[in-house]
């Protein structure tokens, strides 16, 4: 029997999908956040989610 292909199982799965509508301004930040931090738009997203999650810890 051949081995299984494809990706290895995550412990931690993307798998909630979100559509969401932005403005053109909006867009072109995301952008250039992502670029300066070397990181998918995702990545900043995420990053901002915490940011803002941790404020309110305060």
């Not at 494809?6 to 798998?15: F, L, M, S, W, Y």
């Not at 250039?32 to 995420?46: F, H, P, Q, T, Y």
């Not at 990053?47 to 305060?58: D, P, S, Y």
Request: glycine share 6%.
């Amino acid at each position: 029997m051949s081995p299984r292909t494809g990706r290895p199982p995550t412990a931690n799965p993307k798998n909630v999908k979100m559509n969401i509508r932005i403005t053109e301004e909006t867009a072109k930040d995301l952008q250039e956040c992502a670029d300066k931090l070397n990181i998918s738009r995702i990545g900043v997203i995420e990053k901002g989610i915490q940011l803002v999650k941790a404020e309110l810890k305060k």
